[in-house]
Nanobody
Framework: QVQLVESGGGLVQAGGSLRLSCAAS????????MGWFRQVPGKEREFVAG???????TYAASVKGRFTISRDNAKNTVYLQMNSLKPEDTAVYYC????????????????????WGQGTQVTVSS
């Protein structure tokens, strides 16, 4: 199983930027799709961005053009660069690793998540 540790959350003003990091460990961490989800109280956790082992990416419509997901397989780390942040981006952000390796799809369904990080709070003030 892949273990995930996130960092980089915090408080930022609208229009600002943050970068989240997710350090992965485990035998298959470099071969599975990785992604970011977010959740606000009272709402379901939602997919934000994903990246395959071969660096194919996909984004939720609400963040496309503002967020960039990347990964460094040598460091077993996935990043989420968040620019032009809006108050509606405020949420707890979770890193996720897919169950199955070598997927060609960067979208990760929650049912296909094998491991979750502990979550990191991102707060965007208006």
């Amino acid at each position: 199983q892949v273990q995930l540790v996130e960092s980089g959350g915090g408080l930022v003003q609208a229009g600002g930027s943050l970068r989240l990091s997710c350090a992965a460990s485990g035998r298959t961490s470099s071969t599975v799709a990785m992604g970011w989800f977010r959740q606000v109280p009272g709402k379901e956790r939602e997919f934000v961005a994903g990246i395959t082992w071969s660096l194919i990416t996909t984004y939720a419509a609400s963040v496309k053009g503002r967020f960039t997901i990347s990964r460094d397989n040598a460091k077993n780390t996935v990043y989420l660069q968040m620019n032009s942040l809006k108050p509606e981006d405020t949420a707890v952000y979770y890193c996720a690793a897919a169950k199955r390796p070598y997927s060609s799809s960067a979208y990760i369904n929650q049912a296909d998540v094998g491991s979750w990080g502990q979550g990191t709070q991102v707060t965007v003030s208006s």
